[in-house]
């Protein structure tokens, strides 16, 4: 079985097996953040891109959990440099791990550090665990490359960004579904911060009424969901 909880934003925690995987864990500074009350031991940890609200608490946590961070070949020199102990990919790369695997994809959407450093193209991940397949877009609009995605393996579970304003929105999101074609989508990245405050709910309905096979689950932070 495969638990998935939503921590906020764009934060999600993968477990399975004993084996945690934390992707973007923007925690401290985020309100609306609500991480397990018995806290977390990721294994390892997963960051699209170096904007502040995706790469939030990763060298602590990594400090302090000794995870892994994989990134980006760019992120992960900047962030091995403060300490911390990195895998570096690039867009078409596949990490093999005891759990299964990760799979870079490129996400359309910049990469700047909180002090002022320009990385280059942002990433997603798709992560094998547990014989499911999750795919986590990050930060990005709306691309072509989607359709590509489900063709190696089928996707599980889809988080997909709708809030707007730094990504796709919910029609864009909508369409991505249409591409992905997931078994299951998890809307992120809305609703904490004014601009990209956007009803789920809209999202979920017009989902609906496009007639894919597709279920979407709406988390509030905190809450989890199964696939077993």
């Known amino acids: 079985m495969v638990r998935v909880t939503y921590i906020g934003h764009s934060c999600i925690l993968v477990a399975s097996n004993g084996t945690q995987v934390l992707i973007d864990p923007f925690i401290e500074g985020n309100p609306l953040a609500k991480p397990p009350t018995r806290g977390f031991h990721p294994k390892l940890i997963l960051v699209t891109h170096a904007h502040r609200d995706h790469l939030g608490d990763t ?38 791990f005891d759990f ?14 909180p002090d002022g450093v320009v990385l280059g193209m942002a990433a997603s991940f798709v992560v ?9 877009a990050g930060d990005t609009s709306l691309t072509s490359d989607m359709e590509l ?53 809209e999202f979920s309905s017009k989902v609906e009424k496009a007639g894919f096979r597709t279920k979407t689950v709406i988390l509030s932070p905190g809450e989890q969901l199964e696939l077993p």
């Open 59 to 96: 060298i602590a946590i990594s400090k302090k959990s000794k995870a892994k961070v994989l990134t980006t070949v760019d992120l992960a020199s900047y962030l091995s440099a403060k300490g911390v102990d990195t895998i570096a990919a690039n867009f078409g790369g596949k990490v093999p």
């Open 100 to 113: 299964g695997w990760v799979k870079l994809w490129p996400a359309i959407h910049s990469s700047t550090t």
């Open 128 to 136: 094998s665990i547990g014989g499911k397949s999750i795919y986590h």
């Open 149 to 201: 995605i489900g063709e190696e393996k089928p996707i599980d579970l889809a988080c997909l960004p709708i809030g707007g304003t730094y990504t796709m929105g919910i029609d864009d999101a909508v369409k991505a579904v249409g591409m992905i074609k997931p078994r299951v989508v998890i809307p992120i990245h809305y609703g904490t911060f004014e601009n990209i405050k956007v009803d789920p709910e």
